[in-house]
Nanobody
Framework: VQLQASGGGLVQTGGSLRLSCALSGSHLEYYDMDWYRQAPGKQRDLVASISSGGTTYYVDSVKGRFTISRDNRKNTVYLQMNSLKPEDTAVYYC????????????WGQGTLVTVSS
């Protein structure tokens, strides 16, 4: 299983970006999926999750601004980010958590999002 994240870039405050995470080597439909982010000098934190059944979770700081979604036919998970703030600046990672489907975690390589003030 491999995860390839893309879609990061430089955007002004209030702008939008859509991150993609493509899974290869298996079928996305089996997995719960997460997006994490790590700002410079800080720990890596969970941002949003989507279960294999489509249930979503968001950390309070992104509720109402970010939307996680999945397209199992395309083996891809998305993170739509709107109303971006400078504090959203981070490297964003997609992640497969341990569940009954998989006994190990998987990480994508990360994609950098920079929000200018």
């Amino acid at each position: 299983v491999q995860l390839q994240a893309s879609g990061g870039g430089l955007v002004q405050t209030g702008g939008s970006l859509r991150l993609s995470c493509a899974l290869s080597g298996s079928h996305l439909e089996y997995y719960d999926m997460d997006w994490y982010r790590q700002a410079p000098g800080k720990q890596r934190d969970l941002v949003a999750s989507i279960s294999s059944g489509g249930t979503t979770y968001y950390v309070d700081s992104v509720k109402g601004r970010f939307t996680i979604s999945r397209d199992n036919r395309k083996n891809t998970v998305y993170l739509q980010m709107n109303s971006l703030k400078p504090e959203d600046t981070a490297v964003y990672y997609c992640h497969i958590p341990i569940t009954i489907v998989t006994s190990r975690v998987y990480w994508g390589q990360g994609t950098l999002v920079t929000v200018s003030s």
